[in-house]
C-alpha cells in the first residue's frame, strides 16, 4: 500500500480529501496542528474523523501562530467578520498569514520521514473564501519547492501535493463525500464554533458549507448554537 499523509483540520473539506485519499487505496497518515486557533473544537473533529477513516496514525503538532497574529482565527484583538460578501474579491480577514505553507512544510518532512511521496491538502479554488495559498499556482510552486528540498526527492523519490477539491463546489465536495460514506456530522467548520462544536451560523465558513448542502440536496447536520 502506498503511504499518504493527509492535512485534517476537522473541517469539511480535509475530511472529505481524507477519505478520497482512502478511497484511492492510500494508507493515511493524518497531520493536524494546534496553531493557536481561537477555538480547540476543529482538534476534536480532526481526531474523530480519523478515527473513522480508520487512519494509521494522527499526529497533532503543536505550533503557536498567535504569537504572529495577523488573523481574526489567531488574534484576539481581531473579529471574526460575519454576513459579509461571499463574492467580494478582497482577502478575508480570517486568512492566517503562511500557514499552509507552514503546513505544508512541516508534511513534507513528515513525509519524507515516513517513505511517502504524496501528500494531499483540501485546498479549493472555486469556494476558497480569497486566500491566496489555496490557489493552484501556489500549489504548484510548493511542489517545484518540495522537489528540490528534500533528501528524497533529490534521490528520485519525487513529491506529489494532491488537491483533488481544487476544481470542485462545495456542493460536489459534500456529494462525493456522503459517497464514500463520511459523517459530515464529525466534522467542524465554523470560524467561531463554541467548546462543543456547535456552529455559528453566519461566519463565511459556515454559509458556504450551508450553502453546499442546499444546492447538493443533503441535509445538513451540523449543530447550531
Partial sequence: MKKAVILLSGGLDSATTLYMAKDQGFDCYALSFDYGQKHSSELSAAKAVAESAGVIEHKVIPLNLRLIGGSALTDDTLTVPVDSDLNSSDIPITYVPARNTVFLSIAMGYAEVIG????????????????????????????IMANLATKAAVEGQKLSINTPLIDLTKAEIVTEGTRLGLNYALTVSCYQADVDGKACGVCDSCRLRAQGFADAGLSDPTLYR
Fill in 116 to 143: 511517502s511521496q504524496d501528500i494531499f491538502i483540501g485546498v479549493n479554488a472555486v469556494d476558497y473564501s480569497g486566500y491566496p495559498d489555496c490557489r493552484p499556482e501556489f500549489i504548484r510552486a510548493f511542489e
